[in-house]
């Protein structure tokens, strides 16, 4: 929570400026979207520059609620299961009273027509500075919210294969992701796997090798492991989003083994 500190604390020059420091500045009734350039000089100000964990932390929670406030209105409305997404988020990453605060302005910032989804996008891409696997994690979280109401539309598909691109992830990112999701969730819900959700969520068919499944479940658990994000810049309230999903895939991973035994 140490980025958070700061920002309360009132050292907001360590703050990104640009859409993201707009979209934080106006959830808080701050001026950050001046930029860092002219704030040099100022005393007691501290200054995190591109790629420092606690500035990539506040990027993402920034993007992440912010985003899913656009994507939430992207169909023409907002609905009750997309709001229990959020809620449910917010739950999960235990937020104190304040950070929940900030997080419901930011999505009411993205619900606005005016939002700037490029440029935000532009501006996370760059903050997360290559850490491929912090942007995963955020389109997960953006295909989880889309999923809510137990489908996804066509605007909201678009609008996530958009966002995967802007973000240079390949085409067919969005689509592997929304497979991932979908079966995480139904392995999450069950004592015993599908064996069908199992090979969802590692991505593999049927018909893989030994070799494959777990050269796939390896790859998974290290591209979820909380321990990496949290060091690579995802927030500390995100642990147990992560947690969560290496359980998941550590679960499908069994089934498929005590499949084959």
């Known amino acids: 929570m140490a980025w958070w500190g700061k920002l309360v604390g009132g050292a907001f020059g360590f703050m990104m400026g640009g859409p993201l420091g707009a979209a934080l500045g106006a959830a808080l009734g701050h001026q950050f ?16 520059r591109v790629g420092d964990q606690q500035r990539v932390q506040a990027a993402f929670f920034t993007a992440t609620f912010s985003v899913l406030g656009h994507l939430a209105k992207s169909d023409g409305h907002v609905s009750s299961s997309e709001i229990a997404t959020v809620e449910n988020i917010m739950s999960q990453m235990r937020l104190n009273r304040d950070q929940r605060k900030a997080a419901i302005e930011l999505f009411k910032v993205g619900k606005q027509d005016k939002f700037p989804l490029n440029e935000a996008l532009d501006q996370f891409r760059l903050e997360c500075h290559h850490r491929t696997t912090l942007l995963q ?3 997960e979280i953006q295909v989880q919210a889309a999923l809510a109401d137990g489908s996804m539309d066509a ?21 592997e992701i929304l497979r991932f999701v979908r ?19 590692l991505g593999v068919d049927k018909s893989a090798g030994d070799a494959e499944v777990k050269r796939s479940y390896r790859r998974l658990m290290s591209q979820h492991h909380p321990d990496k994000l949290v060091a690579k810049g995802l927030p500390d309230e995100m642990l147990k989003l992560a947690t969560e999903k290496t359980q998941q895939i550590q679960k499908a991973y069994d089934r498929i083994r005590e499949s084959r035994k």
């Open 33 to 48: 979207d001046k930029g860092l350039g002219k704030l040099d000089g100022v005393v007691g100000v501290e200054f995190l």
């Open 137 to 139: 994690m955020f389109l």
């Open 155 to 175: 605007t909201e598909k678009a609008l996530l294969k958009r966002m995967a691109a802007r973000l240079h992830f390949p085409d067919d990112s969005i689509d």
């Open 183 to 201: 079966g995480a969730g139904s392995v999450n819900r069950r004592d015993v796997p599908r064996l069908d959700d199992a090979y969802q969520v």
